[in-house]
């Protein structure tokens, strides 16, 4: 199985072609244990890669990624080794083999489209490509996504089982406030008001994230004031709430939710909910314990593969 994540390509090429940015790409590929795998991925994005590929072989992923050669030299590369050694070596996980290699320029924006097609997700959603056409007959509430502009396609275990929690929270009729803490593509956003909520905050510390939100609001037809999304993290998110939200979604790497959970509280009543993904099987304890020790309870856990989904309400 091969996964593709576009991080911000269309963002990244002219509106008119008057001059090629690249001639060639790096490809870098880091051969990585699979609970390596988001942390590689990770590094990449924040090297300025505009874009990974992932493809699975038992317990081992051979993460790539791509950016145009003229945005790095060779020394560049040998420093993010490095960096990937330091990154494993912190989370105690196996430390990745990494090469390098020049390959032809090709039409991102369009070539990694062949691996992506509609897909169900729970017993009430299906995430559709947008360049597709909706299909027929289905019964099912679609949700419209172009992933070429931020991380999320609903393919990733961590996102499908997000995306259940939330069908199971927001069983219709609901009026909930709902926030999305790294909204990336704005897949999680979408769904919730897609599902029946009544409003989503969102927020990313990636710029270019909040405008693949925006532009996932507007390609699935949600006016502007039932998501508002803004750059920043749990603070921007306690300002911009001024209050406790019914529910709230955070798919990202465990080392940061546990750095988050301690602020939840800030957006939290006796009746919130919380859904928590992007957690390895063997993370689940440390989440877990500081989440107990922050009056917090995990009502469920769900795993799909090597991955979990903590369902989480007030103690």
């Not at 576009?6 to 090429?13: E, I, K, Q």
């Not at 050694?85 to 990745?96: E, F, G, R, S, W």
């Not at 001024?242 to 009543?269: S, T, Y």
Request: aromatic share 6%; with cysteine; hydrophobic share 45%.
């Amino acid at each position: 199985m091969v996964i593709f994540y576009l991080f911000c390509l269309s963002l990244s090429l002219p509106s008119t072609p008057l001059k090629k940015l690249a001639t060639s790409w790096w490809e870098i590929q880091a051969l990585c244990d699979v609970s390596a795998e988001d942390l590689v991925s990770w590094r990449l994005g924040e090297f300025g890669c505009r874009g990974t590929s992932s493809e699975s072989n038992g317990h081992t992923r051979l993460v790539k990624g791509y950016m145009p050669q003229n945005q790095a030299q060779l020394l560049d590369l040998s420093a993010l080794a490095l960096l990937f050694k330091q990154d494993a070596l912190c989370a105690c996980v196996p430390v990745p083999a990494v090469q390098w290699l020049l390959i032809d320029e090709e039409d991102w924006a369009s070539s990694w489209k062949d691996y992506w097609h509609p897909q169900e997700v729970g017993d009430r959603l299906l995430i559709n490509p947008a360049w597709l056409p909706i299909p027929e007959g289905s019964d099912r509430v679609i949700l419209r996504l172009d992933p070429g502009v931020a991380f999320g396609t609903g393919a990733h275990a961590t996102t499908q089982l997000c995306l259940e929690a939330l069908e199971m929270r927001l069983e219709p009729p609901t009026n909930a406030v709902v926030a999305d803490i790294g909204c990336g593509s704005g897949i999680l956003s979408i769904a919730a008001l897609l599902l029946g909520a009544k409003q989503v905050y969102a927020v990313d510390t990636d710029p270019l994230a909040l405008t693949a939100t925006n532009a996932s609001r507007e390609l699935n037809q949600i006016a502007p004031e039932r998501l508002l999304a803004d750059v920043g993290s749990l603070d921007r998110l306690i300002e911009m709430t001024q209050g406790p939200v019914d529910g709230f979604v955070c798919n990202i790497l465990a080392e940061v939710i546990v750095d988050l959970i301690p602020g939840m509280a800030a957006i939290a009543k006796p009746t919130t909910w919380g859904v928590l993904s992007g957690i390895l099987l063997e993370q689940v304890k440390p989440v877990a314990d500081t989440l107990e020790e922050n009056d917090w309870i995990v009502a469920t856990l769900w795993r799909r593969q090597d991955w979990c989904c903590l369902n989480i309400r007030r103690s």
